[in-house]
């Protein structure tokens, strides 16, 4: 076949030109250390670099997630903990207050003492975590859970808790309401509990306290009912008073005759083994409910047992100095074992968020592993590569170097 | 001898010719286009000399063009497919580094937001994190815009290469028609070595033709030749040229000459640098621009719609957290009028994106017809399938459903002939925008919360569900929950829904959700679950309605209800076109009992039917002169009574009716009398005739029943239940006579919006309040919804995550990347082939010219010896005569 100089020429020149393009690809490829620099390098590895990246930056996140989980649950073992070993000493004061030897001054130390760790337990409950959340008032977290006026113990948080993600549809609870540990522990016997409702006059501002259990086997009859307290027109009560009714919330039954009572402020009142007292000034229409529960919270029940030591006297009230023990020593272990109920849940948690932890770690490892064989450069092939091509360019180089240098004008 | 003398000048003259070509064919070796050129010598034939012929020496013939248009063919056909592979491949070269770069490509920014809603749910009331899910809000919109914007800035460089390569296809199609001109004015007078350069000059314009677009040559008989780019368009014709135009909207037209109509043939067009930046933006860059768009739609109306499910630091309802990008001032920018359209009074129209994620990525054509006035079709770019066809209806604003967009005809002339571009996703990416700038305005918390009683005594786990519609009216008030709700068990079995508006005295529902079944052994939904779930109650006249007297039976006769026969047919319609799906017919006997109704009713499909029957029992006046009033309820006497009271804690103290399940309340003044399984309730009493009760059904005052006087004679009636019916939302409930349903009953809504599961094992009495989440500051149940969304399948289909369908996008990018550079690569060894054919044939050897220079200069130094032979034998032939 004929070839012409120009295409001699050009020829060479192309095949120069190529092999620099490869040279300097592979160049490209050792100086990033990728063999996928741009997706066409190669489509589908570059689809899967994308997916292993989100892999691995999932992963690197569930596995902040889970250090994040596990310094709010150790935190809560500490402070449940305490609580405790807390309760252990208010168990032993209440046994040691029911020891027939001591006089009304031992009881008063330990009634004391009991007081004193009163204050310590509120301050557990109410514990906040480092950024300034309460621990136990569930989604109401700056609220303060418990809260302590005169009589009244009140929890104000709510039954919500914390959960964080810490694998793909994997949750794990970092907090736990103080309404399951502390609130809602069941009681020997029935108990009462009162509140407002809410559209009651508020610039009235009156208020129900509770005052005493007066009657256990009356309000264990009338459990689970409860009272409602309705303030009605003067012109119901046959001297224009003040009055109220008082109607079983089941059905709307008036309780015991109680209806139209002329209202005193401050005076008890008493019905079904429930004493209760209104203050302040009520408007017709105010409303108040009075609920027979099963469940005190703990908190009440120290209250309790720190008031009554005081207050009732072994010898005179023998019946109702042991129902305050018995009470109490019920409440303190139905507590301890909600909240080593509690300690065992977050034992659980953090087991397996560590064993999620070891998860992630392995499949990240692995992860990582795949991604660098799609992505990540042979150097030994590369560098050898390069060699190859280096030779072939030189050796292109010279073959045009003397094919060009051909000519038979030189001979002339 | 005069002849030896002349074929001496003539070989002379042959052999100065042929070394005059060679030193063309050697200064002209690396001329592009050059032709090498040979000379044709022939010999001189001369005339008789005795018997033989004699020759007269040598003759230049021509000076031939050595070439073959089969292979000029070739090289230009070569070049065509070469240039546009070329072109194709360095144009996505430019793109396809964006996609995957770590630090600028999508996926890192979408795994930085979705990352920092997990930071933030971590630790939801604290401002500094919810400021990070800020920041990364912003970086995520500053990627989508800067990716954006790079695939922008491509598309406008692929026009203007379009626009420069038909500005130089017009020079070249102009010089090749002049050229075509001269050519045909030459041959008459053959001068051949004019008329060589003419050709080479435009055969190497038709090449460099072919490296903008494919185009095919065919010669005339007079050597010009005509030129068709496309589907046999003329782009030169002998001595005239066509122009080539690029529209406003990137389609390519030609016109005849500068005053004719123009033609579109930007689908026919193929070959070169045109066909290959065309093939670029529309099988590469459009289609990215336009994934990328949908991701950026998807993202933001998922994150948006997610957002506002929750409640933020203040106790309100999310807002925006990206701009909307269906709001008007987008939907309006989606659609383009073409240039060509009849003015002055262009039509407007909006696109909306009623389901970003499942969009079809591509573009759209609206066509008005030329013929018919008023009719349109649309047609989908993709696949160029028709998918809508309409006519104007006359009033504006007319809208079209087709492809999941929403296109809307706002106002203007649509024109026979108009044209317009709709691109739902092409500014999307690019209009992605972060609004909220206040870090507690971050809706991380859920908008509801439940609570359980105090005095509850069952143990039952409650957990608040999805929330399914944002719009439901109960979410209408921001920081409340309109009505707020409480689940009561009526027994372990059974509960009610109540309004608890005023917790003191909660009401029923309207509708009301009465005597719902529940099963402890598994996880209820206490709540209608299914968005648009509808109640039918059935108060039809005879509905529980008394009867106009009452009998006189012994204790323990049986009574009917009255109620008539009838047929209830539910209709199941499709939602979008309201036509009959099917229908199922139920029919009932007179004097079913409301429980019958409704096990009937929940064997149908898609329905489930609850029953109760509700009597009240008032004014009771038992101080006659004798005995007291003495009252049988269901057969089962319950003795003399003197109170409703009394007579309600008999009923509520007999094993018996308990059993059957009717329950007695009274607050003294009245007597709630139920049975909660809707069996028909039988009152009879017995007493003198001054005593008295009153019994109240559904309808009307009641009816007083008084005591018949001594002896075993009982005043009895028998009173029927109701029913209500939970009914699917498509699904109709109809009676071609009014009786226990009316014949055209409500159908009210009985969902709320949000489910609610229960398990365990609550007891009867036990309450939980469903209410506004209010001060639930340390909630993340939404920031962790939305940090869900990031591996959430929800985009296209297969469903695909955002960060699986960026990955889908890099993918399809890499694949035409990898695809057109082998396809390029071949493509340039099919060129280089054809070159060195043509050049093998055409192109100019040094060697093979040097050897010819050694041949003619040898040739011409013979020749001169034939002038010096033939001087010589004139010399001796004188001498001889001297």
């Known amino acids: ?412 | 001898m005069a002849n030896l003398f002349n074929i001496g000048v003539s070989g002379l003259r042959a052999q100065q010719a042929a070394l005059a070509v060679t030193g063309q064919n050697i200064t002209n070796a690396s001329t592009p286009g050059y032709t090498r050129q040979r000379v044709d010598i022939q010999a001189q034939a001369a005339g008789a000399r005795g018997g033989d012929f004699e020759g007269s020496g040598a003759r230049l013939e021509r000076i031939e063009r050595v070439t073959d248009d089969f292979a000029t063919n070739q090289v230009r056909v070569d070049t065509a497919l070469f240039s546009e592979l070329d072109t194709l491949t360095q144009q996505i070269q430019q793109i396809e580094a964006t996609l995957l770069d770590e630090n600028g490509g999508l996926d890192s920014a979408l795994q930085g937001f979705f990352g920092a809603l997990q930071l933030a749910s971590n630790n939801p009331s604290d401002l500094p994190t919810r400021q990070l899910v800020i920041s990364q809000a912003e970086n995520l919109a500053q990627r989508f815009n800067g990716i954006h914007d790079r695939l922008n800035d491509q598309y406008a460089n692929v026009t203007s290469v379009l626009e420069s390569s038909a500005a130089r296809v017009n020079e070249l199609t102009r010089g090749i028609s002049e050229l075509n001109y001269r050519i045909a004015g030459l041959r008459s007078e053959e001068s051949t070595g004019a008329l060589n350069g003419l050709l080479d000059q435009r055969e190497e314009m038709l090449r460099e033709l072919s490296t903008f677009v494919s185009v095919s040559v065919s010669e005339q008989q007079d050597q010009q030749v005509n030129v068709f780019i496309g589907k046999g368009q003329a782009i030169v014709l002998g001595a005239s040229a066509s122009i080539l135009e690029v529209t406003a909207q990137g389609e390519i037209a030609l016109r005849s000459d500068a005053r004719s109509e123009r033609q579109i043939i930007t689908s026919a067009l193929q070959g070169g640098e045109m066909g290959g930046a065309m093939t670029f933006r529309d099988q590469v860059l459009t289609p990215a621009i336009n994934q990328l768009g949908r991701i950026a739609l998807a993202v933001s109306a998922e994150v948006n719609q997610a957002h506002a499910g929750g409640v933020d630091l203040n106790g309100d309802r999310g807002g925006l957290i990206f701009a909307d990008l269906n709001a008007p001032e987008f939907a309006r920018l989606r659609a383009v009028a073409d240039e060509g359209n009849e003015n002055p009074n262009p039509g407007a129209i909006s696109v909306r994106i009623d389901d970003p994620t499942a969009v079809a990525v591509s573009d759209y054509e609206l066509v008005f017809a030329e013929d018919a006035p008023g009719a349109f079709y649309v047609r989908r770019l993709s696949d160029r399938q028709q998918v809508f066809q309409g006519r104007i209806e006359g009033e504006f604003p007319q809208t079209l459903s087709f492809d999941n967009l929403t296109v809307t005809l706002e106002k203007g002339d649509f024109q026979p002939g108009d044209k317009y571009y709709l691109r739902p996703l092409r500014s999307a990416a690019g209009s992605f925008r972060t609004v909220i700038d206040n870090p507690a305005l971050l809706a991380l918390a859920g908008p509801l919360r439940v609570q359980e009683a105090l005095g509850n005594r069952g143990e039952a786990v409650v957990r608040i569900g999805e929330v399914f519609d944002q719009s439901h009216p109960i979410f209408a008030d921001d920081g409340a929950l309109t009505p707020p709700l409480l689940i009561r068990f009526t027994s372990a079995t059974s509960y009610d829904v109540l309004d608890n508006s005023d917790p003191g005295n909660p009401r029923q529902l309207v509708p009301p959700l009465r005597n719902l079944s529940y099963d402890p052994g598994q996880l209820n939904q206490m709540l209608p679950a299914q968005a648009g779930a509808q109640l039918v109650v059935f108060d039809g006249i005879q509905t529980g309605a008394l009867p106009d007297a009452a009998t006189i039976l012994p204790a323990g006769g049986t009574l009917g209800n009255g109620y008539s026969s009838q047929v209830l047919t539910a209709t199941r319609r499709d939602p979008a076109t309201g036509s009959v799906l099917s229908s199922q017919s139920v029919d009932f006997t007179a004097g079913s009992s409301a429980r019958e109704i409704a096990a009937r009713l929940s064997g149908v499909s898609g329905v489930t039917a609850t029953a109760f029957t509700e009597v009240r029992l008032s004014e009771l006046n038992s101080n006659g002169s004798g005995t007291p009033l003495a009252v049988v309820i269901d057969g089962v006497d319950l003795g003399s009574v003197r109170s409703l009271d009394e007579l309600a804690d008999r009923i509520g103290s007999d094993p018996q009716l308990r059993d059957l399940g009717v329950r007695a309340s009274s607050d003294g003044a009245t007597l709630t009398l139920t049975d909660l399984q809707g069996d028909d309730l039988q009152i009879q009493v017995a007493g003198d005739p001054t005593d008295s009760l009153r019994v109240t059904g559904l309808h009307g005052d009641g009816l007083v029943l008084n005591g018949a006087g001594p002896g075993n004679a009982y005043r009895s009636i028998a009173v029927g239940g109701q029913v209500s019916a939970n009914l699917a939302a498509d699904l109709t409930l109809s009676s071609p006579s009014g009786g226990v349903m009316q014949s055209a009953p409500r159908h009210l809504r009985a969902d709320f919006g949000f489910g609610l599961t229960m398990s365990g094992t609550p007891e009867a009495g036990d309450t939980f309040s469903v209410d506004y989440n209010q001060d639930g500051v340390g909630d993340n149940r939404n920031g962790l919804r939305m940090a869900g969304l990031l591996t959430d399948p929800v985009l296209g289909s297969p469903p695909l995550s955002f960060s699986d369908s960026y990955g889908q996008l890099v993918q399809f990018v890499g694949v035409q990347s990898s695809q057109n550079q082998i396809n390029r690569d071949a493509a340039s060894s099919l060129l280089e082939q054809s070159t060195g054919r043509k050049e093998s044939i055409s192109g100019v050897n040094l060697d093979e010219e040097a050897a010819n220079l050694i041949r003619y200069e040898q040739a011409y130094n013979a020749s001169a010896q034939i002038i010096s032979v033939a001087r010589q034998i004139f010399d001796t032939l004188f001498s001889v005569v001297r």
């Open chain 1, 1 to 412: 076949m004929r070839i012409s100089s120009m295409q001699l020429n050009q020829q060479g020149s192309s095949r120069l030109l190529e092999i620099g393009r490869q040279v300097a690809e592979t160049q490209q490829q050792i100086s990033s250390g990728r063999r996928v620099v741009k997706p066409g390098d190669d489509p589908v590895g570059a689809a899967r670099i994308v997916k292993l990246n989100q892999e691995l930056g999932l992963r690197a996140q569930f596995r902040q997630n889970i250090d994040s989980a596990e310094a709010q649950l150790a935190q809560e073992d500490v402070v449940l903990g305490q609580v405790v070993d807390v309760m252990q000493r208010i168990r032993e004061l209440a046994l040691q207050a029911s020891n027939g030897v001591q006089t009304p001054d031992d009881r008063r130390f330990i009634a004391t003492e009991i007081s004193a760790r009163f204050d310590e337990l509120t301050s557990l409950v109410n514990a906040r975590g480092p950024n300034g959340d309460y621990l136990f008032a569930g989604f109401q977290s700056q609220t303060e859970p418990f809260s302590i006026s005169g009589n009244e113990i009140r929890f104000n948080g709510d039954e919500g808790s914390r959960k964080v993600q810490v694998a793909k549809g994997q949750y794990v609870a970092v907090t736990d309401s103080g309404k399951d540990i502390f609130v809602d522990i069941k009681t020997r016997a029935p108990v009462f509990a009162v509140r407002a409702l809410p559209g009651n006059d508020e610039l009235a501002g009156a208020t129900i306290s509770k005052v005493s259990v007066t009657d256990r086997d009356a309000i264990a009859e009338f459990f689970p009912d409860d009272l409602m307290i309705e303030f009605r027109p003067p012109s119901e009560h046959p001297d224009g008073v003040a009055n109220f009714t008082v109607r079983r919330v089941s059905d709307g039954r008036v309780v015991d005759g109680l209806s139209n009572v002329a209202f005193e402020p401050g005076a008890s009142v008493a019905v079904r083994g429930m004493n209760f007292r209104i203050n302040g000034q009520p408007q017709v229409g105010d409303r108040f409910v009075v609920e027979t529960t099963d469940k005190q919270d703990i908190l009440s029940t120290v209250r309790e047992v720190a008031d009554g030591l005081q207050r009732i006297d072994p010898v005179s009230q023998p019946e109702a100095f042991q129902n305050l023990l018995g009470d109490t020593l019920t409440g303190l272990d139905n507590t301890v074992s909600r909240v080593l109920e509690a300690q065992a849940s977050l034992g659980a948690r953090m087991n397996t968020i560590e064993s999620t932890r070891n998860l992630h770690v392995d499949l990240e490892l692995r992860a990582q592993d795949t991604l660098s064989k799609v992505r990540d450069l042979d150097f030994a092939e590369a560098v050898s590569r390069l060699s190859f091509q280096s030779f072939l360019l030189e050796a292109a180089q010279q073959s045009f170097v003397r094919v060009s240098g051909l000519s038979l004008f030189n001979a002339l």
